[in-house]
């Protein structure tokens, strides 16, 4: 006796998911669960790295163009420093 074989239309693949929908739940939610899960239970951690290149012009700085003495410059340096440092 020779079978042939059956085609199956995207119909029926509809009936057989809707047929066993309770298991399609169950591991979509155990999964989900576990997934939840195992992201809760670990440490988070916070990685970042940065690099600057801080190139100096003459009388040049984040507030400004002005001609500064040598001792302004270095005070100006050091709150550029602050700014930079700073969260906002």
Do not use: C, N
Request: charged fraction near 20%; charge should be positive.
């Amino acid at each position: 006796m020779v079978m042939t074989p059956q085609v199956l239309s995207m119909r029926d693949y509809w009936r057989i998911i809707t047929g066993r929908k309770w298991i399609v739940i169950s591991v979509i939610v155990l999964i989900t669960a576990g997934a939840i899960g195992m992201s809760a239970s670990q440490t988070p951690i916070y990685e970042a790295q940065a690099r600057m290149a801080i190139r100096s012009t003459p009388g040049s700085t984040v507030f400004g163009s002005e001609s500064q003495t040598i001792s302004d410059r270095a005070r100006t340096m050091l709150t550029e420093v602050e700014v930079l440092k700073s969260d906002v």
